[in-house]
């Protein structure tokens, strides 16, 4: 069983920046690969990114690409996602998600936090 524990929304300036954080209990952490997923209202949960394990493999949707950063501190149980030069259309709730294996698919997640709120105004 992974807890997860999302931090870090807000309200934020079109063109401004945030880091989310999510913090995950149990001594596994290493074990999983990490996503960030975002849901906006009326649309579909999306993977904005992800990250493998050992950091090797990282995922971008394209619309965050070169925005976006997801990273992960094994040592700390916690995964970031900073996100720089925030548009309106950013404006979500942002989820962290956990697989035993590298995925960006909402259905692959097994573990989700309840979410945090990023408001991005123009």
């Known amino acids: 069983q992974v807890q997860l524990v999302e931090s870090g929304g807000g309200l934020v300036q079109a063109g401004g920046s945030l880091r989310l954080s999510c913090a995950a209990s149990?001594?596994?952490?290493?074990?999983?690969?990490m996503g960030w997923f975002r849901q906006a209202p009326g649309k579909e949960r999306e993977c904005v990114a992800s990250?493998?394990?050992?950091?090797?493999?990282?995922y971008y949707a394209d619309s965050v690409k070169g925005r976006f950063t997801i990273s992960r501190d094994n040592a700390k149980n916690t995964v970031y996602l900073q996100m720089n030069s925030l548009k309106p259309e950013d404006t979500a709730v942002y989820y962290c998600?956990?697989?035993?294996?590298?995925?960006?698919?909402?259905?692959?997640?097994?573990?989700w936090g309840k979410g945090t709120l990023v408001t991005v105004s123009s």
């Open positions: 998600s956990a697989a035993r294996s590298f995925f960006v698919s909402v259905a692959a997640g097994d573990y």
């Open positions: 149990g001594r596994t952490f290493i074990s999983y690969a």
């Open positions: 990250i493998s394990q050992s950091s090797v493999s990282t």
